[in-house]
């Protein structure tokens, strides 16, 4: 199967988006051999990250000379991304005395791996593997930190009578403006104080504290056209002066009056009230701090696919292209597979002429996600599509098993259910009562749409365009599904489908259980700060 997988990783690459949080590594080996028998090696590691098939340096350590187990200072500071599988390779190379370029150094080793195996593992260790994929004695370990980035703010001002409303932007380097915060208007009011919000300090500055925001006041109008009354320049650092007991405020100004009005001072004054650092839970605390997940798939196995031995079903198995059952299989669990310790999981099938939770693995549940699709491969023949299209049983299954984790004594198992079907479902109702009682569990659902049905009334079971409620009424507690018909990616990346798919679980893991007030397993060093402002 290394074509799926070739397949599935064709496109990896660098993908622009807006950054989780950035990762700290810290890099040590051990057990280095020189080749020169005489003398101790000069060794430096070089860190490396695949982007569409090809690796391209990211940064190096320092060369520390004649060391057979160094512990380098230097500390990689990558971009994190749940959603994405990034490929890492450290290089290990026998840098000469008077030389720190790589050309006439020494290979001693690499070792491949992705990130979130190290963060998810926090610490991870493994042999160098020499030219040839040959193991020797020495290994690397790499360590991974998280950065801290939230803040909270409270902001009041004084305008001439308006409805006015506040936005902040972050100057990037290129010179382009990111909107960052948008308050709530206050309507009518020579004074307002906005309600206080959060920020994480990664989207407010990208971690400079000396990054130029920008502040724009405006006063609202019904039909969108608002006025601009004025703006103003400030950093972090500026704001956090509150924090020291002195008080901070911005004179708001309008260019175009200041350059018309002789006597023109401002436009009103913005006031910081509150500046303060609170600390939060980030999702990167809570998976570096014991959090499981637990990845479980459900495959339609519906006459609407098709007879697999038919080249137009949609389980039809080519010997050199993979099915869209499978793309979807592997661009998903891949990721997920880095986040559960035991590799091992439950795959189900419905639609068949056997019970609705039948299980494609022989074993009751895969090992890796290889094994998952040479069970799926392995079952085909075996089975007869039928139908109908029921997933509320499925969910409840696995929701059965998040209620139990729920109420051990650690709970830190969150679950991730990966549902694959060709067409709507059809017990609608079953399925939106299953999805608000897994609504309060440990637990997020992502559906996929196979093939070219119309899934128009699918998109009521993503909660993005309003809040999804039970056939009695009653409404979900968070927005746990994730629903994406595969047609719109036909012609893109997996990297693309699994980003799409999995954007939003780190929010959704985040919010269960910092409303259940869990704290992870393990605390880290570094926890999130949060800026408050008022």
């Known amino acids: 199967m290394s074509n799926i997988y070739e397949s599935a990783e064709a496109t990896l690459g660098f993908i622009s988006s807006p950054c989780l949080t950035k990762v700290e590594l810290r890099v040590a080996c051990r057990g280095i051999s020189d080749r020169d028998a005489l003398s101790k090696p000069d060794p430096c590691v070089v860190l490396k990250m695949q982007s569409h098939g090809q690796w391209f340096e990211v940064d190096r350590t320092e060369v520390i000379r004649s060391s057979s187990g160094p512990v380098f200072s230097k500390i990689f500071l990558v971009d994190y991304y749940f959603e994405e599988v990034q490929r890492l390779r450290f290089e290990l190379h026998d840098i000469s005395s008077g030389n720190n370029g790589l050309r006439d150094a020494d290979f001693l080793g690499a070792m491949e791996c992705t990130l979130g195996q190290i963060v998810s593992q926090r610490k991870l260790t493994k042999a160098l593997l020499k030219q040839g994929n040959t193991a020797g004695k020495s290994s690397i370990t790499v360590c991974s930190e998280g950065m801290p980035h939230m803040h909270v703010f409270s902001l009041k001002d004084f305008f001439s009578k308006s409805d006015p409303f ?9 010179g382009t403006e990111s909107l960052v915060h948008r308050t709530e208007t206050v309507m009518n009011n020579l004074s307002p104080v906005w309600k206080s919000f959060k920020v994480s300090l990664n989207t407010l500055c990208s971690g400079d504290h ?3 925001l920008k502040c724009t006041v405006w006063d609202w109008d019904s039909n969108g056209k608002h006025d601009f009354i004025g703006e ?29 009005k002789k006597n023109y001072r401002n436009s ?27 990845f479980t798939v459900a495959i339609d196995f519906t006459a609407s696919n098709g007879d697999p ?30 986040y559960d310790s035991d590799k091992m999981f439950p795959a189900f099938g419905f639609g068949a002429l056997i019970p609705p939770d039948f299980k494609v693995g022989h074993l009751g549940a895969c090992t890796w996600i290889q094994g998952v699709v040479e069970a799926y491969q392995n079952c085909l023949p075996k089975i007869q599509l039928y139908g109908p299209t029921n997933i509320a049983p499925i969910i409840q299954k696995v929701a059965s098993s998040a209620s139990e984790e729920m109420h051990t004594k650690e709970a830190m198992e969150y679950f991730i259910l990966l549902i694959l079907t060709d067409g709507v479902i059809t017990d609608m109702a079953d399925t939106r009562e299953a999805i608000v009682h897994a609504s309060h569990l440990p637990m997020s ?20 365009d309003g809040i999804l409620r039970s056939p009695k009424g009653e409404p979900v507690l968070r927005d746990i599904v994730q629903f994406v018909p595969f ?12 980003k799409s798919v999995l954007a939003e679980v780190p929010n ?9 007030g869990i704290k992870p397993k393990f605390i880290r060093k570094c926890t999130w700060p949060a800026v408050l402002l008022n």
């Open 166 to 174: 506040l936005e902040i932007f972050r100057i990037n380097d290129d």
């Open 210 to 212: 000396d990054r130029e």
């Open 232 to 260: 103003f320049h400030t950093t972090f650092k500026e704001m956090r002066v509150e924090q020291e007991g002195k008080q901070i405020q911005w004179e708001c100004i309008n260019p175009k009056y200041q350059m018309k």
């Open 268 to 294: 009103g004054v913005v006031i910081l009230n509150h500046c303060k650092i609170i600390k939060m839970y980030s999702f990167l605390d809570y998976i570096m701090g014991g959090c499981q997940i637990q």
């Open 309 to 338: 031995r038919n080249s137009c079903s949609l389980h039809y198995i080519h010997p050199y292209q993979p099915n869209e059952y499978l793309k979807a299989l592997v661009a998903v669990g891949e990721i997920c597979q880095d």
């Open 445 to 464: 659902v992502i559906i996929v749409g196979v093939g070219n049905a119309d899934f128009t009334d699918m998109q009521i079971l993503d909660g993005d």
């Open 487 to 498: 047609k719109d990616f036909k012609h893109a990346s997996p990297a693309a489908l699994a």
């Open 508 to 516: 959704q893991v985040v919010d269960y259980y910092n409303a259940k």
